[in-house]
C-alpha cells in the first residue's frame, strides 16, 4: 500500500499530539485554580447589601466590640448576624431620620429580619466552628482581614482549604493570647514562635489532629 503522507509530515503528528497535551493540561490547570483568583472568589469586592452597614464607622470610630452584634460567636459554630432590635438599641436614639436607615427602621417595625448578604460563604461541605477558633486564640482578624477598616464589608482572603491548612499545619504562627482574639489592633511580636509554641501548649490544641480531613470535612 502506498503511503498516504510523506516522511516530512511525521512533525506535523507529533506536534498535534503535543499541542492536544498541552491544551489539556491547561484546561485543567484554569479547573483546578480558578478559584484562586482574587475575580472568582470575590476578594476585595464589597458585597451589596440591603443597608450600607460600615464596621469602620462602628469599630474604629465607635469603638463597638465584635461580640456586641455577633453576640453567638464564643459559644457556636455561627458568629451570629446582629438582631433588628441590636441596631436599634442605639438607632432609636440617633439618626432617628437618617434615609440611609429606614430598611432597619422598617425591619423593626414590620417584624421582619433584614436579608444581608453573606461574605464569608463557605460551601456546604466544609465545617467551620468560630468557638472553636477563639477559645483557641485564633483572631477574626486572621480570617476575615482588617474588618475595623472597612467601610463596605469585604473578602480579605479566598478563604480557601490552603488558608486552613497554612494555620492547621503550623497554628504556632498564628495563635495569640484569648484576651487579644478581638483586638483589632493586635501585632504579633518578634517571638511570636516561641509565644506561639507556648500557647499551642497552654490552650491544649490537638496539633496531631489539625490536618485530619474529618475535622473540616464532616
Not at 503535543?18 to 476585595?44: H, K, Q
Not at 451589596?48 to 465607635?62: I, L, R
Not at 482549604?161 to 504579633?188: G, K, T
Request: include cysteine; charged fraction near 15%; charge should be negative.
Amino acid at each position: 500500500m502506498a503511503q498516504v503522507f510523506p516522511r516530512s509530515a511525521n512533525w506535523a503528528s507529533k506536534a498535534s499530539i503535543l499541542a492536544a497535551l498541552l491544551i489539556v493540561a491547561s484546561i485543567l490547570g484554569v479547573v483546578l485554580n480558578i478559584n484562586r483568583i482574587d475575580y472568582v472568589s470575590m476578594v476585595g469586592v464589597a458585597i451589596d447589601q440591603p443597608v450600607h452597614f460600615s464596621h469602620k464607622h462602628h469599630v474604629t470610630g465607635m469603638g463597638i466590640d465584635c461580640r456586641y452584634c455577633h453576640t453567638t460567636v464564643e459559644v457556636s459554630a455561627f458568629a451570629g448576624v446582629p438582631r433588628t432590635e441590636t441596631c436599634m438599641t442605639c438607632h432609636s436614639q440617633i439618626w432617628t431620620e437618617a434615609p440611609i436607615l429606614e430598611p432597619v427602621r422598617a425591619s423593626f417595625r414590620d417584624n421582619k429580619a433584614i436579608e444581608w448578604n453573606r461574605v464569608h460563604d463557605l460551601p456546604d461541605f466544609v465545617y467551620f466552628n468560630h468557638s472553636i477558633h477563639v477559645s483557641q486564640g485564633i483572631g477574626c482578624q486572621s480570617c476575615h482581614g482588617q474588618v475595623d477598616q472597612m467601610p463596605l464589608m469585604m473578602k480579605a482572603h479566598t478563604l480557601n482549604m490552603e488558608l486552613c491548612l497554612d494555620c492547621h499545619r503550623d497554628p504556632a504562627q498564628f495563635i495569640r493570647p484569648r484576651d487579644q482574639v478581638f483586638n483589632m489592633n493586635y501585632e504579633y511580636p518578634a517571638n511570636q514562635e516561641t509565644l506561639g509554641k507556648s500557647l499551642v501548649a497552654d490552650y491544649d490544641v490537638q496539633t496531631s489532629q489539625l490536618t485530619n480531613c474529618s475535622i473540616c470535612h464532616r
